[in-house]
Structure formats: structure tokens, C-alpha cells
């Protein structure tokens, strides 16, 4: 379905409904929303009208593909092979593939993976320094594109000794502060400035594509922004106005 989510042109959902199992997940949007519906958002179902919605496009596009869910959750198991179909069936499109399960990702494979589908980016969230574990794993899994989401960005994550993995093994990065309300169940944490140019700059050092998406709320606060979110590139410091993608 059509996006703002800057980094993408589509989001697909074969199935939504996930279980918090990070800080990230904190202030959930998909748990948000769901609770606009009416709906349970730790049920996960799969999608009625949306799973085959990839056949519908028929340029070329970047598919963030699950972003009510996660696409290695284990209740997905029933699901995904059809969806892996779908995905080799549709080459012209690429999904951006983001999890906080990689442990699963190796186990959820499908049969003729090889070293990767051309059309398949594998992503993990690394959102504070207790999480970056999940950086070494994905390393350990095969993939044309791998990247990593420092969103929403919690605290300083230290990534000098993953250096050597990040230029090895990595493409791309994404960081974005969290964005959220003053009130209510669905709020925001800080962010700074020197954590998003710290983890900007060593990204840049091993070579990976940079997009910086939002400063988050916080920001917007502290530094009297226009945009809620701080999303706007044209409000960014310098340092920051960057949005590359993988070669």
C-alpha cells in the first residue's frame, strides 16, 4: 500500500499483529493503530486483502514487506513460503526485508535462497546498545543487501569494535529518532544529535549508504523545528542531511 515512510516507495503486510520483544517496541505504531480499530495487535492474522497485493504493482519499487508485523515471527510459519513465492515471482520489485528476530532468518529460508535473492534486502533494528547483537547475527546470514535501522535510537550505541562486520557485511543504514506524543499511551525518548552524527559517521567509515529519515519529537522540541518529527532533510544540520540508498 502507499507510503510516507521516506525510505520506501510501498508497505506490504501478508500478515500484521507482532509481541513486543525489545525497548523499541515500546511505543509500537502498529499497536497504536490497532487500537484506533479496535483490534488486537498481538493476535497475528494473516492479511485478507493485502497478502497478494505485491501482483498489483507493476513497476518497479522498493516493498517495506511487514511493517504491522515482523516477517520472521514464529506464527508467520504457515504463511511465509507462499509469500516467498510471491517475492521471486514479483523480480521487479525489492523488499526491504526489516526484523528484530534474525535468529529466526536462517530457519525461515526458502529452499532455493542460495546466497540471496537479488530482490531481497535483510534488515535488523538495532535501537539501543543491548540489541547489536543482532548486527553480528544477520552477518551470519546470506543476503545481496543487509541493513541496519538504528530507529528509533535510544541511547549512544558504541560501534567502534563492529567496524570491521559493518564494512564486511553491510550496505546500507537507516536513523531516525522516535517519534511520538506528549500525552497519552504512544510517547517518545530522547534522542541526540551527537548520537545520530556518531552513528552516521561510522557507517559512512565502513562504506555503507546513509539515510538519515527523522530527528524524532525530541528534537523537534529542542531545537524548535517545524516538523512534528523532525522529518523535514531541509531542517537537519548539515551533518545529517543525507539520504543515500545501496548501490
Known amino acids: 500500500m502507499g507510503t510516507t515512510i521516506e525510505w520506501t516507495d510501498e508497505t506490504w503486510n501478508p500478515w500484521h499483529g507482532c509481541h513486543k520483544i525489545s525497548d523499541g517496541c515500546k511505543f509500537c505504531y502498529m499497536y497504536r493503530d490497532k487500537m484506533k480499530y479496535g483490534q488486537d495487535a498481538k493476535v497475528v492474522v494473516r492479511g485478507k486483502t493485502t497478502f497478494n497485493y505485491p501482483h498489483k504493482l507493476t513497476e518497479a519499487k522498493r516493498v517495506f514487506t511487514c511493517s504491522w508485523s515482523d516477517f520472521f515471527i514464529e506464527e508467520a510459519d504457515q ?31 526458502p529452499e532455493d ?30 543476503a545481496r543487501v543487509r541493513f541496519i535501522s538504528f530507529e528509533p535510537l535510544l541511547e549512544f550505541i558504541e560501534l567502534a569494535e563492529y567496524l570491521p562486520i ?8 537507516i536513523l531516525g529518532g522516535e517519534s511520538g506524543n506528549n500525552n497519552g499511551q ?30 524524532g519529537t525530541h528534537l523537534h522540541y529542542e531545537l524548535g523545528l517545524r516538523e512534528r518529527h523532525a522529518k523535514d532533510i531541509n531542517e537537519f544540520p548539515e551533518s545529517l542531511k543525507v539520504r543515500e540508498f545501496p548501490s
Open 79 to 109: 504463511w511465509r513460503d507462499e509469500a516467498w513465492d510471491i517475492i521471486r515471482n514479483t523480480p521487479h520489485l525489492t523488499y526491504q526485508i526489516l526484523t528484530k528476530r534474525p535468529e529466526r532468518i536462517l530457519d525461515c529460508l
Open 113 to 142: 535462497w542460495g546466497d540471496g535473492y537479488d530482490n531481497v534486502w535483510l534488515g535488523v533494528t538495532v535501537e539501543n546498545n543491548a540489541t547489536r547483537h543482532r548486527i553480528s547475527t544477520l552477518s551470519e546470514v546470506p
Open 166 to 173: 559493518l564494512t564486511q557485511y553491510y550496505q546500507w543504514a
Open 186 to 215: 504512544y510517547r517518545y525518548r530522547p534522542c541526540k544529535l551527537e548520537w545520530l552524527e556518531y552513528v552516521a559517521d561510522v557507517c559512512k567509515m565502513a562504506q555503507m549508504a546513509v539515510f538519515v529519515k527523522q530527528l
